[in-house]
């Protein structure tokens, strides 16, 4: 036994408590000599909290007091001191900015170290070069969507508003989380602040009470999986305790399938709108639908209610019955051929559907993010209308920062969200972009190496459908072509057709490119100049658990509270936060003041707490790191489509005639009748998808791009304490990314489970290590995105990505004509056993590692 | 005295708990309790194995640590005295002791290989129950704070009752004799599935009863088909049964000899209408 003395004290153990937020989930972090000890889960003291309740039957369901964490919650320590964090600014060894660029060589040279102070230096005078050569617009900007957790640490706030200060081009993303519902289903129901997607407010209570069935379409809502997720875990298992049935239809059967449904449909990838029509044609045929309301809310149902001028024959309903152009009656029989799901399970799921209150889980999820991917959400809607949206029990709900429970903004007014501006909220003025030219992520190459781009609109930032119809070119006039490409974060969303962005990011045009980034991951090793900057648990904040802020309204089913991000270790190495550099470098343009207004990091935070009633001093709030707020008082919920359904003349929908347009009068207006956008929602089928094709002869195989469980999107896949449990293990020893394909599939191809394989199509190649799994619907295979690149040559030729990035394979065109891109699940791919020791010798400095993503050295 | 009690039916694989056991052990060291633990120790690891076919298809996943057994094997084959037993039960395998070990008979008399071997350290290393913070006053082992969905529990030994049991207590591999401390609730059981549709496939036969006969002891297990004809019928053992349904208006049909040493489906299953 061991001496008594040597016994631990508690402090030891202990250490000190800190706390912070992170994508994941807030946190409680312990420190001990300056060094993290812990990061546990954010653990309320139930003393202190006055829990909202929901109660059905007797059962009570409470939102637990240790927050449920994400699979990348606690993994905090192995990252922080990663060996792949970037500790100091480094410098391209070949990169001269006062000579030779080598921009071919990004992703294949090496970096030095250089000091802050030289750093500075370049960036100033590259700044300037580039601002009296070409005017400022040759300046670009872009960041990664999916950075640390903040608020005043956030793009939306240090970095727009330098970089608006400043006049530089602004590279759009896309609303690529939900693309075909932002393009297609605005056409419907308007806007609304998530584009397309309608908040759900109180929709917790309305399942909870109302529903006897939900139907997954198409999303995992545990593990889709933003910022929230595992938080719905016990409210599922409570939801099964009540009774609810609950029915998934997806390629994978996914987490939530897993867990907790009681039926699997397996579809094919881009049929889901067949199987949607079918439905439709049932609760028509067999009459179970609420024509009421769709005769008072809805145009464009039947002939009966279509807009004035539009010629007989275009309603929903006279294609769906097969008395449109098509003469073709979309039956269950019908769809069968399309998707794969037997007839009866088809024309079953329609009986249940219009039987019971059903929750239809819908919203985002890859069946929009694909060729027509304006379709099937479309579809959805009309579903459902048919429905009654809004009556009890009738609802509509997302994945991920959808569902939600009781929420009270106007009486207890927290921090909010990401979106909300952090520092420019505060701030006493704004400089606005004089520069009007923008350029959208999903055609950098094109744009950057034709020289111009001409393109409809359809971004992250757009606020009416309409938008979608703008066009926009590339260089604005009395504008400059881009130059200049700075990154904030090195994980970018994961664009499609890796080798394609890989041309633009090597582009000789692109003069210089930098990255700001805590890990030398992805973008990082293409940049010119890395910068290292924090993580969240190297600076302070003040956020509000999984609020994204404006653009996706409250949803939250936790105990709602606040966080205060107290600092929980010093900067590892020389890392700083963006605001200070971009604070240095407005001060060597005389812009310091008008960037930061003579605030510090401490008094933004002041100020952006002042814009909150929590009731608490900045010092108690600081010292103590969270508040909770108590269940609303006197809370009047108003559930989702609820004023709506109640009354729509004095509650109309933001579309042009007020009501669910399923007959678009903007299609309508714009296209007239085209095949690729129908005034009515089509099933549509993919160019690059499940039906028989020339492609699909030599690609068999749709691939799905699903959201990787154990990444957060291109983050943390050098994390061992999650590669361990996913990675397929070669014989040569390197963790391989999995591929998850059906049994016949794998023996159709000679190939069984831990297998190497290469998968591959005309865009390019990836390794992969086989998992044969009846998970998988046949004919489908799941390899998804975010893995760092490891290309065997460097990413100039043929050989395959070892680094296993799914991306390297996707479909990088057009959704339809009404939407530039976002179609990258429909990819067709094939896949075959691997030669791992011909790879070795055909490549092998890329097989010794010359390209990886995490090698800072280049050799 | 506390236990984990752990119910695999509830496990999403969410990774929590073991990445709360990494951030807890790696880089820390909790002598006289633990010593930091090296990358490829999983104190924790859920075990995943896929069984049956098709959309009937069932992933296990069986969250398995030290069961802190009472007969433990461990202590057994360790002849230095490194390993003692708390008295709050819970096994240690002392760092100090055992550092610079020669021997990794422990490791292998784990019949759950959930004793480890750090090779840097030369010495033997598992979960401890986090037995340094239950020591400075905290309420539960890391893993079992971390778990999302209540897969894992940390309860007192005296509660598990059968009036305050939800489903039969159970212990991992009784056969090894290990009488472990470590409680178990719904551990994965062979089972047949399918799904019921009438002979024309046209429609799914709801609530059709399923009747699972174990061929050598006569037992029977019951189920009901679901909305869509669906039926999933656990057994409490391994062996050949016969599976019945009965549904009004349909031919009652007998398969026999199903194979249930391994789950099994019998994908679409047709009845036959009662010709009136």
Known sequence: ?????????????????????????????????????????????????????????????????????????????????????????????????????????????????????????????????????????????????????????????????????????????????????????????????????????????????????????????????????????????????????????????????????????????????????????????????????????????????????????????????????????????????????????????????????????????????????????????????????????????????????????????????????????????????????????????????????????????????EEYFFERKYPEDGESEVHFFWQRGSSCTNPPDRNTHLKFLRHPKIETFFVSAPWFDRECRMADLVLPTTTMYEREDITEPASVGQYIPPAYIGLRSAIYHQRCIDVVGESKTDMDILAEIADRFGLKDTYLEGNTEEGFLRKMLATTNIPMSFEDFRDKGYYVWPAPKDYKPNKQFNDFWRDPEANPMPSPTGKVEIFSTLVWEKYGYNDEIPPVPHYIPELEGHEPSELKEKYPLQQLLAHPKFRFHGKYNDCTWLTGAYKVKGPDGYPYEPVLIHPNDAAARGLKDGDIVICYNDRGKVLAGVQVTYRMKEGVAQLTYGAWNDPLDGGYGPAPDRGGDGQYLTYGGEMSVHHLSGAYNSSLIEIEKADLEQLAKDYPEGWAGKYRTWNKEGN | MKTILVDPSRCLQCSNCWVACKDEHTDNDWSPIAAPQTDDQWWIKIYETEVASGAHMKLNRVPIMCQQCENAYCMEACDKGAIYRRDDGIIIIDPEICSGADCDKCVSACPYERVFFNEERKCAQKCTFCAHLLDAGREAPRCVTACPNDALVFVDEDELTEENMYAPLERLYPEYKTNPKVAYVKLPKPFVAGELATDDEQDCIEGAQVLVTNQVTGAVFEGYSGSFGDFHVDVDKPGFYTVTFVADGFKRKSIKDVDLREPFSLDVVKLWTLVK
């Open chain 1, 1 to 465: 036994m061991s001496d008594k003395t040597k016994q631990l004290k508690p402090e030891d153990v202990n250490g000190v408590r800190r706390t912070t937020c992170s994508t994941a989930g807030p946190l409680m972090v312990s420190v001990a000599d300056g060094k993290m000890i812990r990061v546990e889960p954010m653990q309320f003291d139930p003393a202190e909290v006055d829990s909202w309740q929901c109660e059905v039957n007797g059962k009570v369901y409470k939102p637990p007091l240790t927050h449920p964490l994400l699979p990348w919650g606690m993994i905090g320590r192995q990252m922080a001191y990663s060996e792949n964090r970037v500790r100091y600014p480094m410098k391209r060894v070949d990169w001269d900015p006062n000579g030779e660029r080598n921009t071919q060589n990004r992703g294949v040279s090496g970096y030095e170290r250089i000091s802050w102070d030289e750093a500075f230096d370049i960036i100033e005078s590259e700044m300037k070069r580039i601002i009296e050569t070409y005017g400022p617009s040759a300046m670009s900007e872009f960041y990664s969507a999916h950075p640390e957790w903040g608020s005043l640490h956030y793009f939306f706030s240090d970095w727009v508003r330098f970089w608006d200060m400043m006049d530089a081009t602004h590279i759009d993303f896309t609303p690529n989380s939900w693309e075909g519902w932002s393009a297609g289903a605005t056409l419907m129901w308007g806007h609304w602040p998530s584009q397309g997607i309608p908040a759900a407010p109180d929709t917790l209570f309305d399942v909870s009470e109302n529903d006897d069935l939900i139907v997954l379409w198409g999303v995992d809502p545990m593990f889709h999986n933003l910022y929230g997720g595992c938080d719905q875990a016990r409210l599922w298992r409570w939801w099964k305790e009540l009774g609810k049935e609950v029915i998934l239809i997806e390629p994978l059967y996914n987490e939530v399938g897993l867990g907790f449904a009681d039926k699997w449909i397996p579809i094919y990838p881009g049929t889901d709108g067949a199987m949607a029509c079918a439905v439709a044609y049932v609760w028509i045929t067999e009459g179970t639908y609420d024509q009421e309301y769709l005769d008072t809310h809805c145009i464009g149902f039947d002939e009966e209610h279509m807009p004035e001028g539009v010629p007989a024959g275009n309603s929903f309903k006279t294609y769906i019955l097969g008395e449109a152009k098509d003469q073709t009656p979309k039956t269950p029989e019908w769809a069968e051929e399309k998707c794969g799901v037997p007839a009866r399970v088809i024309r079953k799921l329609a009986r249940e559907w219009a039987n019971r209150p059903t929750s239809f889980w819908v919203f985002t999820g890859g069946a929009c993010r694909r060729q027509f991917g304006e379709e099937f959400p479309r579809l959805a809607v009309v579903l459902g209308m048919m429905r009654g949206m809004g009556k009890p029990g009738s609802n509509m709900v997302g994945p991920f920062l959808s569902l939600c429970g009781p929420f009270d903004s106007v009486n207890q007014v927290g921090p909010f969200g990401y979106a909300d501006g952090g520092m420019n909220a505060v701030c006493e003025n704004y400089s606005l972009n004089n520069t009007k030219q923008h350029l959208t992520f999903q055609k950098l190459y094109e744009a950057v190496d034709k020289g111009k781009l001409e393109y409809y609109g359809g971004d992250l930032f757009n606020t009416s459908a």
